[in-house]
């Protein structure tokens, strides 16, 4: 681990403690991790994931990112166009591991984009 990534990920830890100091009730965060290479991104979302559990609260996390909205989101709803009504929102079961199933939760994202 060299020190430009532990620079990185200090960097992004600060900003999710900042995010999330004096305990708001809900926090916006806009696709946060997406420059982030696929190891940081992965520790950030664990990281985050803890930080939920330890501090719950409404996070309202914006990705276009498939796989991270799985692995993060509790609720994942699917946007169309502005204007547009919600094309899907699917419920992910907790708790989550790594090991969860992506495969079926996107299929089941897929069957909820086909009837919708």
Known sequence: M?????????????????GL?????AV???????????QIRAAMQRLLIDTWRAHPTTIV???HDVDEALILGDRVAVLGRAGQPLRAVLDVSEPRT??????ALRKKLIAALENS
């Open 2 to 18: 060299g020190v430009a990534w532990i620079c990185v990920i200090s960097a992004e830890r600060v900003q999710l403690a900042r």
């Open 21 to 25: 100091a004096g305990a708001p009730r």
């Open 28 to 38: 916006m965060m806009d696709e946060p991790f997406a420059a982030l290479d696929t």
């Open 61 to 63: 996390f914006v990705t």
């Open 98 to 103: 790594e090991h969860i199933s992506r495969v």
